[in-house]
């Protein structure tokens, strides 16, 4: 079982910044995709941005050139590094493991961002 650890989010004024964080407990296979997703209201669960192990991204063309996704496979974490906020962007974020080989994905808890003035 892995578990992940999301914290950093809260509310924040549009045009402000939000950093994310994620802490796997343990990385069972070492080809694995990190990222981020979000569920807003009434809504279904899109993703946000993707990290694979070997460092190639992919990010929804929302949030394009506003949010940076990092990660650090030493301390099995992932960041999301959020600028330019918008309102639009309120929702539950949630952290997510794949190990694509083991047909396993584990997810975090979710923390919410607000986004308001």
């Known amino acids: 079982q892995v578990q992940l650890v999301e914290s950093g989010g809260g509310l924040v004024q549009p045009g402000g910044s939000l950093r994310l964080s994620c802490a796997a407990s343990?990385?069972?296979?070492?080809?694995?995709?990190m990222g981020w997703y979000r569920q807003a209201p009434g809504k279904q669960r899109d993703l946000v941005a993707t990290i694979t192990s070997g460092g190639v991204t992919n990010y929804a063309d929302s949030v394009k050139g506003r949010f940076t996704i990092s990660r650090d496979s030493a301390k099995n974490t992932v960041d999301l590094q959020m600028n330019s906020l918008k309102p639009e962007d309120t929702a539950v974020y949630y952290c997510?493991?794949?190990?694509?080989?083991?047909?396993?994905?584990?997810w975090g808890q979710g923390t919410q961002v607000t986004v308001s003035s």
């Open positions: 997510s493991v794949n190990f694509l080989s083991l047909r396993l994905t584990y």
């Open positions: 343990k990385i069972i296979s070492s080809v694995n995709t």
